[in-house]
């Protein structure tokens, strides 16, 4: 976790605010991210790029700094986005409603870029007339839907394609996604073959080179080498004479959930920097894990202490519903008592109420609690909230942010009468 978590006088707390207190005021399971950690995160990374970009050798002085584009669907809050836009991040959106977060918290449509393999003609229109900087393209047919899209509304759609570079990032096989077996990007001849055609196309103009090779990776060589093979891209381009505005290397920088020891961004700079030399294009990135991940945690309490024959289960109030990355991926979170107890230790899965044996947050956890406990899921800021359900009829999760010694209720808790809202009965 970031270090606006720490165990004062006995008890963890964020910021200046104890978790107890936020229990009492709003209930659990409730999401609870640090403002600083937020913030923190996002001007390490530009702090990190300016610092090792300002020591390129022969870089030009009014060489443009890289567009940071947060990607929203690590924790699309609007608060979080909010507080984003107004360190001048971008954003990496992949749905029409995405876009519309980003305008709702006050996000530059001018700095948003547009993934995914499956923008619909509405969401190519909807992004077309609010002006995004660039769509990244991620296949034949799509390349011409947005022609069509952009001839049909009279506007010059800004395109850059999404490459495979075919690198194994070393990561879950869910979230591996710049390998040729994978349903992203195109490979390099069909990135050339994808830029020929954009060229001829009158409503399109091609500004870019993009790619995301995975997410939580936590190596330095598969970004390098992904960058490299980018590069050469660019080269064989500008010898076909198509110059590239921008060279976009997606997100995925790992974060430490237990044992892991990803880069720092200051070695992921380095690295990048090093490839990149003193080119004149604009870099972009798209982290989401990275500003979110460690600035999060998902409060809930303990309902019941159930021993078993083989295993002892702490059943907690937030479930696979809240929280997904377990069931999902066998994702680890950590899992800390609120107020630690003194004594013995027992082994427990930590599980939810939800009817499913794959409803767990964590297993085999040496813990000493009690009914009515308090515990922190770690690092639950990225893909949380973000991928949770109402499966069961689970109201979701309120979402609080401290700042200092306040807290923001930044999404107030759903009611069961809302999940139900826009169901009828049959005539
Ligand atoms: C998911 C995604 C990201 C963010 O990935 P993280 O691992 O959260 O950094 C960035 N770009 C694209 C295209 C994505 O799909």
Sequence with gaps: MDAMFTLRGGALQVEDVPLQAIAE????????????????????????????????????????QPLVCYAVKANPNLAILNLFARMGS????????????????????????????????AELEAALLAGILCFNIESVPELHRLEQVAARLGRI?????????????????????????????????????????????RHLRITGIDCH???????????????????????????EGIELDHVDLGGGLGIRYSEESPPSVTE?????????????????????????GNAGLLL??????KPGPVKNFAIVDAAMNDLMRPALYEA?????????????????????????????????????IAEGDLLAIASAGAYGMSMSSNYNTRPRAAEVIVDGDCMHEVRARERIEQLFEGESLLP
């Design 25 to 64: 005021r709003f209930g659990t399971p409730t999401y609870v991210y640090s403002k600083a950690a937020l913030g923190g995160a996002f001007r390490a990374f530009e702090s990190a790029f300016a610092d090792a970009l300002s020591r390129v050798p022969g870089r030009a002085d009014g060489a443009p």
């Design 90 to 121: 971008g954003f990496d959106i992949v749905s029409a409603g995405e876009l519309a977060r980003v305008v709702a918290a006050g996000g530059d449509p001018g700095r948003v870029v547009f993934s995914g393999v499956g923008k619909s003609t």
């Design 157 to 201: 759609a800004p395109v850059s394609i999404r490459v495979n570079p075919d690198v194994n990032p070393k990561t879950h096989p869910y979230i591996t996604t710049g390998l040729n077996e994978n349903k992203f990007g195109v490979g390099h001849e069909g990135a050339l073959a994808l830029y020929r055609a954009a060229r001829d196309c």
């Design 213 to 239: 090779i995975g997410s939580q990776i936590t190596e330095i060589e598969p970004y390098a080498d992904a960058l490299e093979r980018i590069l050469e891209l660019v080269d064989r381009l500008a010898a």
């Design 268 to 292: 992921y700079a380095a690295a990048i920097t090093r490839v990149f030399g003193n080119r004149r294009q604009r870099l972009v990135f798209e982290p989401g894990r990275l500003f979110v």
């Design 300 to 305: 809930t309490r303990v309902e019941y202490l």
């Design 332 to 368: 680890y979170h950590e899992v800390l008592p609120v107020v630690p107890r003194a004594g013995a230790t027992t082994w427990y899965d930590v599980v939810g109420p939800v009817c499913e044996s794959g409803d767990w947050l964590a297993r085999n956890r040496p813990l000493a």
